[in-house]
């Protein structure tokens, strides 16, 4: 009898018997990477400068459409207007954003801001009552398909008029000037947009202030995000230097964080419209000849102190309304 | 040489061989006996000691996390004070998510898992922050408060639940490996055992034959001693294996299933709260719900299917009455909010569509409950199967080679 296969036999028996012992991996530490908001694209995709729109000139685009004498009643639309649709439907639907402080946010249950004031008074004009409104929360990258779908009537967002925007929608007359300028945190040495060549500097997808941060020279790095206080969260984490957009915007984001600031001058000037569906020119000119009534009888005065005092020492003059067509 | 002897005839040399070769053979069944019910044994401590344990944490940490995000997001819907009931919640789960990642730890999990376990351990309190600078900066009615919540929920989802996913495959696939081995037939005992078996038998034959005397008492004992060693071998171990089989069939495998659908329906509830948080800010979530929300019937379809417990079954038919009516409630949410009356799609989303998301969640966590209660009895069970064998099984194995011997010893010693 082979004696050794046998104790073959028992070793590999035993051998079975004893599990496989396991040493714990050790993990290097983590670096703490900042937490992004969903929808940051770093570097965002930059929409090309347009083609030049024949009979636009982008240096001036705004000029709107004439009122046809002065606002019909409340309630008393002329027959078939977009204006009687509208009253008729009983409800007015507004596309606005519900988080950009001063223009359109929650304060205490309440949706209110600079935009709302104005959908309210075009309510009131429609109506004799300024309730009669359905806020649809929009972004920038959303609103204007919902307004040429036809789900809502107009948008008030504090848009800017631009030559591309002219191709898809019509603007009201300009309702507040603003223009682009940088907030930073306040510790930091930044002063203005051009010390932040290779720097990221953060603006909603869809908005001009995007391609504006881009083209400067030197440029910056362009990051995109899907909301105004996205932005916010990312500078306050650190991951991009500034934000850059209109300063009425600014002033929105700033009253949030007393520890930024917003530098420099502005290097855009941009008028902002309440954008209407082109086929709905008579509520172009409704609009349009209430602007014209709410500059005259202090009521662009008096919401301008309301939400934008901050901005300027003295409430600057009303733009004037400017009409090619 | 032992055919040589056997050719031989020489009566008391094939004796003298005989006996040695059943002491031999009886020897090394005990031992391979003992050998495979160590190891069993060790196997079934495995499962119910460390396997088990590790694979429900990781289920529990998935959970609790998938309901952080789930809860935090709801309570924002309520304005800058949120309500006690899902602040407390909010609460638990993260500490429950911490008693998990202790359990996962403390297990010494190693390679892949130990590498997840890190990852979550490292991001917990990463989140819990902008949690409450989200909650913070919502008290204060600043709309950066839901910014900060959107960056914590998508913290949770593309870096929490990630890893706790990869801790629970790793966990899951090792304990169902384990489940496999410890139910493994001991091929070698049983062969060896046959053969001791068979020898008993032929050298009864052959002294029968050589020596004419029908019986030998001591070949006998040690047949039947043998032959109820292997009995008990046979049936505790497929008795065990059969224990451990509806552990992972009526436990771990359906806790799987369970807790799949379970979390997707508290990621389609964070879904449907984030919409409405963001206001208009994307419909990404929206997206993403309409995805999960098509998967859910399937899910539920399929834990069902695979338990034929009537309570579990029971959970799961009252989780799918609940997913019904909370889809036509989000239907109702979303049209509501689209339409502009943000108010009352919150008040739908809180209310009726909350306690229905709610009962969904409670059904699956009670079905959950139950698996892992049918997989902790089952591996005690097959452990108590087992119980007494380990010592038992070899000794009586060592008794039958020495019954063998002294049956044989006084023909041998006839011959001197």
């Given amino acids: 009898m082979p004696r050794h296969a046998v104790l073959v036999a028992f070793a590999a028996l035993l051998a079975a018997g004893c599990g496989t012992v396991e040493v714990p991996a050790r993990t290097a530490p983590a670096s703490a990477r900042p937490a992004l908001p969903a929808g940051v694209q770093d570097p965002a995709p930059v929409p090309t400068t347009p083609a030049a729109t024949p009979g636009c ?7 709107s459409l004439r009122p046809t004498g002065p606002l019909p009643a409340p309630g008393r639309m002329p027959a078939g207007s977009a204006m009687d649709r509208i009253v008729r439907r009983g409800v007015l639907v507004a596309g606005v954003d519900q988080n950009l402080r001063l223009f359109g946010s929650i304060v205490d249950g309440e949706l209110v801001g600079y935009d709302i004031d104005y959908v309210r008074a075009i309510a009131r004009a429609l109506f004799g009552d300024p309730g009669r409104v359905r806020f649809r929360a929009v972004t920038s990258a959303n609103r204007i398909e919902l307004l040429t779908s036809g789900e809502i009537d107009l948008i008030a967002d504090s848009m800017s008029i631009t030559c591309e925007r002219l191709a898809q929608v019509d603007f009201s007359t300009n309702y507040f000037t603003s223009g682009q300028r940088v907030m930073v945190r306040a510790d930091s040495r930044w002063t203005g947009i051009d010390d932040l060549g290779g720097r990221k500097v953060c603006a909603p997808a869809g908005t001009t202030s995007l391609r504006y941060i881009a083209e400067r020279r030197p440029a910056p790095v362009p990051v995109s995000v899907v909301d105004w206080t996205d932005c916010l969260v990312l500078l306050q984490q650190g991951y991009v230097e500034a934000i850059s957009t209109t300063d009425t915007i600014l002033l929105g984001l700033r009253q949030q964080d007393p520890t930024t600031r917003i530098v420099g001058d502005r290097f855009t000037t941009e008028p902002h419209g309440i954008a209407v569906r082109k086929t709905d020119p008579d509520l172009l000119r409704f609009v349009n000849a209430l602007l014209e009534r709410m500059r005259a009888d202090g009521s662009w005065e008096r919401i301008y102190r309301t939400w934008l005092r901050e901005l300027d020492r003295t409430v600057p003059a009303p733009p004037p309304a400017r009409y090619g067509r | 040489m032992a055919l ?3 050719r031989s005839r020489r009566t008391p040399d094939v004796l003298a061989l005989l ?20 190891d069993r044994s060790e196997r079934l401590a495995e499962v119910s000691g460390r396997g088990g344990p590790l694979t429900l944490a990781a289920v529990d940490l998935y959970q609790a996390l998938s309901d952080a995000d789930a809860t935090s997001t709801s ?17 638990t789960d993260v500490a429950r998510a911490a008693a998990a990642l202790s359990v ?29 600078t989200a909650r913070v900066y919502n ?6 408060g839901a910014a900060y919540l959107r960056a914590a929920s998508s913290l949770n989802r593309e870096r929490l639940l990630p890893a706790a996913q990869e801790l629970y495959r790793v966990e899951s696939a090792r304990l169902a490996a384990t489940q496999r081995d410890a139910g493994a037939t001991p091929w070698t005992a049983l062969g060896l055992g046959a053969a001791l078996l068979g020898g008993l038998a032929g050298t009864q034959v052959w002294v029968a034959r050589r020596t004419h005397r029908v019986l030998n008492p001591g070949l006998l004992t040690a047949s039947l001693l043998a032959a109820g060693a292997l009995g008990w071998l046979l049936v505790g171990t497929l008795a065990s294996a059969g224990d451990t089989d509806a552990g992972r069939r009526d436990g771990t495998a359906q806790i799987e299933l369970l807790a799949q659908a379970r979390i997707a329906a508290l990621q389609a509830r964070g879904d449907e709260a984030l919409t409405l948080v963001g206001r208009g800010g994307s419909d ?3 997206v993403d719900f309409a995805a999960l929300a098509g998967q859910l ?37 979303r049209a509501a909010d689209d339409a502009g009356r943000y108010a009352e799609a919150v008040s739908i989303a809180v209310g009726t569509g909350s306690a229905q998301a709610g009962a969904l969640d409670a059904s699956l966590g009670t079905a959950i409950g139950q698996a892992a209660d049918r997989f902790a009895r089952s591996a005690a069970e097959a452990r108590r199967a087992l119980s007494g064998a380990g010592a038992g099984v070899p000794v009586l194995l060592g008794l039958a080679a020495a019954a063998a011997l002294a049956g044989l010893w006084p023909r041998l010693q006839e011959y001197r």
């Avoid at chain 2, 590498?115 to 922050?129: D, F, H, K």
């Avoid at chain 2, 008290?139 to 950066?144: C, H, T």
């Fill in chain 2, 75 to 91: 309570a924002f819907l309520s304005g800058g004070s949120e309500p006690r009931a899902l602040a407390e919640r909010y609460r």
């Fill in chain 2, 284 to 286: 990404a979530y929206e």
């Fill in chain 1, 57 to 63: 000139d982008p240096a001036d685009p705004e000029t």
């Fill in chain 2, 4 to 6: 040589l002897l056997l």
């Fill in chain 2, 297 to 333: 019937p399937g899910m539920l379809e399929r834990a069902g299917a695979a338990t034929d417990q009537p309570a579990t079954r029971r959970e799961v038919r009252a989780a799918q009455v609940a997913l019904g009516d909370w889809l036509t409630l989000h239907g109702e949410v």
């Fill in chain 2, 19 to 38: 006996a040695a070769g059943l002491v031999l053979l009886g020897v090394l069944t005990g031992l391979a006996a003992a050998v495979a019910l160590a």
């Fill in chain 2, 139 to 144: 008290r204060q009615g600043l709309p950066v």
């Fill in chain 2, 104 to 132: 996962a730890a403390r297990s010494g999990a190693g390679g892949e898992s130990g590498a997840a376990v890190a990852a979550v351990q490292e991001t917990l309190p990463v989140y819990t922050g902008l949690v409450e």
